[in-house]
């Protein structure tokens, strides 16, 4: 059984624990490999190998960091199909998607390849009589990134870029469902030219995140995972004075407007509900029709759509539209949440479970899943699926429609369908959510944007990538320097002694 361990002073290095987890192959269920859950001793021997290293990169010129950064992405770049592939092997999405994950990662590091222009301070000439006043960025040293399974390139790509283009040293924590992809990309950025230390990518569970929470060296917590682990990291980073900034999961609503282009609408539903097998944080899981005819039409159009979803593993080739989720734990969870959305008196449409693929029979899929007359008391509107499940909830008016989405304790994304600009100026001035789209269903900022959301999506300050990722990793030093008159006097040509 291949054994994975850790990325260690640039090189891999097996675990010391003795303690494993399986990393499975989601569509096969098969165990293909195990991944060492490393201690609070390795965690700690890896942070302090990290501070050494980082102050002789903190004093490498931030252009030649940021080439450094540019070899990194040329190598993604040329990488592109095997990390692709590393990433479907262990997450199970298609390789379109796969692709996808690696391309959006990619791009931050774009953006970091111009990380000078990020880094650049500020300066007050004349502040005072002789007195100049200026602020200056610098890294805050040894920072952490922990991230969770379902983009296992694009967020340790989000984590790294800026942390490291800011001067810092990273210890990265990938998740333990997915943990090959961060230990490739590491072995790439050492090939760009970063030095050994500099990023340390250490597996593990609980007990490591734990040691990097407690540890004293590590200045600041980028997560990104669930709520409440987010809201657990949080709490014990800033507990220990630590920066934290710690992104949740996410319920995202799409209101579809009675003017709405409903065809395009209801392939936006698909492609935003189904795609990754929901296992997005910016999947689109609720459809909030507004009057009885929009939502009747709408199910009419999502139906045939939704039923010739081809779901397989993603070696059964580009059309296949998604794959498995991710282990069986959440299999059985999604199986028995659609279960309960029966119970408590929702309108299966299309029934995803019980799902079998021939020659793929122990994978983990699940089918493709509609809901309709969903009411937000019912436990598959309150909590996050992240499956193929759709659920619709009607609403008979705009502002009702927008209340239900401004009451749901989730704010990550959402969307608006809608042929009315005033409507949509509204919906984003109004709503309480970070990222909004209008006639668009997945709103992810560009790289040089940044990416959070509101409520119980995210804790902490700062969004992640983008302008404030740097404000993020960096923190702020402003020097008031007075300069006593005296130099105008003169030269003097004599030889004499110094006053
Ligand atoms: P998760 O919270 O289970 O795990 C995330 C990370 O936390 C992993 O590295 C894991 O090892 C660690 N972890 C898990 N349990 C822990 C514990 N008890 N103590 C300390 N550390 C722990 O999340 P996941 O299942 O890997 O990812 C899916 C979730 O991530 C979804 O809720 C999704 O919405 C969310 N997500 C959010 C964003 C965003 O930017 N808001 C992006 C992607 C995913």
């Known amino acids: 059984m291949k054994e994975i361990g ?20 989601p569509a096969t269920g098969e ?3 195990k991944v060492s859950l490393a201690t609070k001793a390795e965690l700690d021997a890896a942070v302090a190998a990290a501070e050494a290293a980082q102050p002789g990169w903190a004093a490498t010129n931030p252009q030649r960091r940021a080439r450094v950064m540019m070899k990194f992405g040329d190598l993604i770049n040329q990488h592109m199909e095997e990390l692709a592939t590393l990433v479907s092997a262990e997450h199970g999405k298609t390789l379109p998607d796969a692709r996808g994950d690696v391309q959006r990662g990619l791009e931050v590091i774009e953006v970091c390849m111009g990380a000078p222009a990020m880094l650049k301070g500020e300066y007050t000439d004349s502040a005072g009589p002789g007195i100049d006043l200026y602020a200056m960025r610098q890294p805050l040293g040894v920072v952490a990134g922990i991230a969770p399974f379902n983009f296992p390139a694009m967020i340790p790509l989000w984590k ?12 990265l924590k990938p998740s333990e469902r997915c943990p090959s992809t961060s230990l490739r990309l590491a072995e790439l950025a050492k090939e760009a030219g970063l030095p050994d230390g500099v990023l340390q990518v250490v597996n593990g569970d609980k007990e490591v995140v734990d040691a990097i929470l407690d540890n004293e060296t590590v200045q600041a917590v980028g997560f990104v995972g669930s709520t409440p682990i987010a809201q657990y990291i949080y709490g014990r980073a800033a507990n220990n004075g630590k920066r934290a900034q710690c992104f949740g999961g996410a319920k995202n609503h799409m209101i579809i407007m009675p003017d709405a282009d409903l065809d395009k609408a209801a392939d936006a539903l698909v492609g935003a509900s189904m795609g990754a097998a929901g296992e997005r944080c ?3 899981s609720v459809a909030v029709p507004v009057g009885k005819e929009t939502a009747d039409k709408l199910i009419e159009k999502l139906i045939p759509k939704i039923e010739k979803l081809k779901v397989g593993p993603y070696t059964a080739g580009e059309d296949v539209d998604f794959g498995p989720v991710i282990t069986k734990q959440a299999l059985d969870r999604i199986t028995g949440l659609i279960g309960s959305g029966v119970d408590q008196g929702a309108t299966l449409v299309v029934d995803g479970r019980g799902l079998k693929i021939q020659g793929y029979e122990n994978g983990f899929f699940v089918g493709p899943t509609l809901f309709d007359d969903v009411t937000p008391e019912m436990d598959i509107y309150k909590q996050e699926i992240f499956g193929p499940v759709l659920s619709t909830v009607r609403m008979e008016t705009y502002a009702e429609a927008l209340k239900l989405v401004i009451d749901n304790e989730y704010g990550n994304g959402t969307s608006i369908f809608t042929a009315d600009g005033d409507t949509a100026r509204d919906f984003a001035s109004r709503v309480n959510v970070g990222m909004v789209g209008i006639n668009f269903p997945i709103p992810v900022p560009l790289s040089y944007y940044s990416f959070g959301g509101w409520k119980k999506s995210a804790f902490g300050d700062l969004n992640q990538y983008g ?17 006593f008159s005296g130099i105008k006097e003169g030269a003097s040509l004599n030889f004499k002694a110094l006053d």
């Open 160 to 171: 790294m870029g800026p942390a490291l283009s800011a001067g810092n040293a990273m210890i």
């Open 282 to 284: 910016m999947a689109i």
């Open 31 to 33: 165990v293909q490999a």
């Open 467 to 483: 302008p404030d990722a740097f404000r993020f990793y960096t923190k702020t030093k402003t020097v008031t320097a007075r300069w």
């Open 6 to 25: 850790h990325w260690i002073n640039g090189k891999l290095v097996a675990g010391t624990s003795g303690r494993f987890t399986d990393v499975y192959n």
